[in-house]
């Protein structure tokens, strides 16, 4: 009896935990090469194509180019940097975040070349490389240089009508029944 117990409990726990991992959601990113109002179609950066549904309370942001001296210190920044041989770090996408959002400096696409620093600005000074920005986060700062060809931008509220083909987007998804995945947040670049 006592087996059997022990055998139910575990069955349980089995399931608990499978729904758990069901729950979770997928991240997406790659370019938008179809939308017809309901569901979006991504090359994903694995050169696969994604359907994705778009539903009532889906969220979507723009990140709207602004011109680096909008960047004032006290913003809250999403950096994307890739890491010189010498340790020091070159932003390609900087974007301003309406508030903090998973701060800290880690890298980026499991890649040690590339990192992410969300982070707060305590310091930005003009360099002969371009500007330099100082970000500073719980148990750390980062010092990253800006050059004139990273894209800067600011998140702002997004609209259906700027889910367009060549747009670039990185997602939320949650996959539900059949595992048809349904969009939970999706942040939209425009089209280069």
């Known amino acids: 009896m006592k087996s059997l117990q022990s055998g139910f409990l575990f ?10 991992d069901a729950q979770a959601p997928t991240r997406v990113r790659g370019t938008i090469s ?3 109002g309901k569901m979006l179609s991504v090359k994903s950066k694995d050169g696969g194509n994604v359907a994705i549904a778009l539903a009532e309370k889906s969220v979507i942001v723009f990140t709207q ?3 680096l001296s909008e960047i004032k210190p006290g913003d809250f920044l999403g950096v994307t940097s ?13 974007r301003r975040f309406p508030k903090p959002l998973n701060p800290g400096h880690r890298p980026f696409d499991g ?8 982070a707060t600005v305590s310091a930005t000074v003009q360099s002969a490389s371009g500007r330099d920005l100082t970000l500073t986060y719980d148990g750390g700062s980062q010092k990253i240089t800006v050059p004139e060809s990273a894209s800067v931008s600011t998140l702002v509220p997004g609209k259906r009508s700027q889910l367009v083909p060549g747009a670039a ?3 939320t998804a949650r996959a539900g029944d059949g595992g048809k995945l349904t969009a939970i947040r999706i942040q939209v670049s425009p089209p280069k």
């Open 65 to 67: 180019p602004i011109p």
């Open 11 to 20: 069955l349980v726990l089995g399931l608990l935990a499978g729904a758990v």
């Open 82 to 94: 890739m890491k010189r041989g010498d340790g020091t770090l070159t932003a390609y996408d900087v």
């Open 34 to 36: 179809a939308f017809d």
């Open 169 to 171: 987007v990185n997602l």
């Open 111 to 118: 890649r040690s070349d590339q990192t992410m620093t969300n």
